[in-house]
């Protein structure tokens, strides 16, 4: 009797200690996502991602798992986010620009990787149409949008000669950019001078030269570093009294006086569907990597003004939005 006592009391704590276990083991794992986030998390485009994600019915805890590591600003600390991703076992790694998908590619060899706004893409991939590999995603095609950035600065200084133009080499696509930025200056008899800067005293010295070198106007090449400090770049600009053209409308938020290009929020509305194909099968490297068809014109009359200039009419006509 004692005997089959103590075998009933033995098995109902096997049980018991199985049980989580055996729960476990029936529960499906859930999709994870890797977000390798640049800014802050009170971001508006990020909160734009989660919201796309959220329509297309993916709810966190319930039917995906997303792991999120900022940045905060700090660059350098992308590699060392992107591997901690990595052990987390997540399913794809979104990232944003140049400098995200550096530190994947270095992380992983495995893990697919959805790229957010990062030209040029072609070197990145086999084919638009047919990526191959593990990265997909959307580009902003900034570097084609360079010409057209510098005839709208000089229809607004129409004796414009002598331009600015603000980079990060540590994006190694922006030197690309200003090389295309060179052949449509060369076009329209205007003289370019680069300022590379990767650093807040960087943005500051630069300025500092730009208002003893008789610049004129300010084109300043749009990536995540840029994003971070949009607000700076507005403010210096205007107290620098320079006419400067940006990539997305963040800039004209913060009181820039123009931004053309691509919208972010069509840019991370994208990257959400993107995820959605993915975690239902989709091969990544055989979805098309997306342009933007249509681009945003925002012009911050109020910093117009502020510098004493006429903007064009036609411009004003054309733009998609005028802040005033």
Not at 60 to 68: D, M, R, V, Y
Request: one cysteine or more; proline letters at 6%.
């Amino acid at each position: 009797m004692r005997r089959h006592a103590l075998l009933a009391v033995l098995w109902v704590a096997f049980g018991l200690i199985w049980l989580p276990f055996a729960a476990e083991a029936g529960q499906a794992r859930l999709p994870r996502l890797g977000f390798l986030a640049n800014q802050s998390p009170g971001w508006p485009p990020y909160q734009t991602f989660l919201t796309a994600l959220r329509e297309l019915g993916y709810i966190e805890g319930k039917n995906i798992t997303i792991e999120i590591r900022y940045a905060q600003g700090n660059f350098d600390r992308l590699p060392e986010l992107a591997r901690e991703l990595v052990r987390l076992d997540v399913d794809l790694l979104f990232v944003n620009g140049d400098q995200g998908l550096k530190a994947a590619k270095e992380a992983t060899d495995t893990i697919p990787i959805l790229l957010a706004a990062c030209d040029p893409v072609e070197k990145l991939v086999v084919s638009i149409a047919r990526p191959a590999g593990k990265v997909t995603g959307t580009t902003c095609i900034s570097s084609e949008l360079a010409g057209k950035r510098l005839q709208m600065l000089k229809e607004i200084v129409p004796a414009l000669a002598r331009v600015a133009v603000l980079y990060n080499p540590d994006d190694r696509n922006k030197p690309f950019e200003y090389k295309e930025a060179q052949a449509a200056a060369h076009n329209m008899s205007l003289k370019l001078q680069a300022f590379e800067v990767n650093s807040p005293s960087g943005i500051d010295a630069a300025f500092l030269t730009m208002a003893s070198d008789q610049t004129q106007a300010l084109l300043i090449l749009a990536e995540p570093f840029m994003n971070t400090n949009v607000k700076k770049l507005a403010d210096l600009s205007l107290k620098n009294r320079l006419p400067a053209i940006y990539g997305f409308r963040l800039f004209t938020d913060a009181g820039g006086l123009l931004s053309y290009g691509a919208t972010i929020d069509w840019i991370m509305q994208r990257s959400a569907s993107f995820v959605d194909r993915i975690f239902k099968g989709a091969n990544p490297g055989a979805l098309p990597i997306e342009q933007p068809t249509t681009f945003e014109l925002v012009i911050n009359l109020k910093t117009a003004k502020a510098l004493g200039l006429d903007m064009p009419p036609a411009m004003l006509a054309t733009a998609n939005d005028v802040i005033e």
